[in-house]
């Protein structure tokens, strides 16, 4: 099953915060994000894992939720280079990457 | 330099017409995939492998063949292209569990 991201689509100025969440119905081992740009391929920002260890290699935040299976990608201070769209993964017991259906990012100047 | 790649990058064929994408990876992962994106639906997972000869089905696996003989590779066969699989499709791979996946550039396939 697909996790849920939302908001679908978000549009903001440079400067300016963004939340993006995403939930799944089933127990996670991981939650991974990922950002692509159009017409490239999904790039890795993040890793998120049970019992807190964060990995990445970003300046971006993202908090992982165990009890609740929930997510959120924090975006601060977005710059024009923070748009595209970004794509949550969760990983259950069976190792499988399973990602969301996306959310549309658009930094304005 | 540490890649995926994927051929062909852009693949127009007629139905009923088999093919392969081949995928190699030079990073020595263990895990490799493959998924379809298609509008408004995000990535979804065709097949995936854990290890050599190592394989199991994603969320859309029909119409789809995959095979592991060697680490690096991971080709996906289409025994019988259909115009419900033109899509774009990204192979994928890591190191293991819960470490980030390395995408290939994409094969834009179309099946008329």
């Known amino acids: 099953q697909q996790p849920v991201q939302s908001p679908q689509a978000v549009i903001l100025r440079e400067g300016e915060d963004a939340v993006i969440n995403c939930s799944s119905s089933k127990a996670l081992y991981s939650v991974h994000w990922y950002r692509q740009k159009h017409g490239e391929a999904p790039v890795f920002l993040m890793i998120?894992?049970?019992?807190?260890e964060q990995k990445g290699h970003e300046k971006i935040s993202a908090s992982f939720n165990e009890k609740k299976q929930q997510s959120s990608l924090y975006l601060t201070a977005s710059q024009l280079s923070y748009s595209g769209t970004y794509f949550c993964g969760t990983e259950g017991s069976a190792r499988q990457l399973t990602f969301g259906s996306g959310t549309q990012l658009t930094v304005l100047p | 330099e540490a890649q995926v790649t994927q051929n062909p990058r852009y693949l127009i064929t007629v139905t009923g017409k088999k093919l392969t994408v081949t995928c190699s990876q030079n990073?020595?992962?263990?895990?490799m995939s493959w998924y379809r994106q298609d509008p408004g639906l995000g990535l979804r997972q065709i097949y995936y492998s854990m290890n050599v000869e190592v394989t199991d089905k994603g969320d859309v696996p029909e119409g789809y063949k995959v095979s592991r003989k060697e680490k690096r590779n991971f080709p996906l066969i289409l025994e019988s292209p259909s115009p419900n699989q033109t899509s774009l499709y990204f192979c994928?791979?890591?190191?293991?569990?819960?470490?980030?996946?390395?995408f290939g550039s994409g094969t834009r396939l179309t099946v008329v």
């Open positions: 990073m020595n992962h263990e895990y």
């Open positions: 994928a791979s890591s190191t293991r569990a819960n470490y980030g996946y390395t």
């Open positions: 998120l894992l049970k019992g807190g």
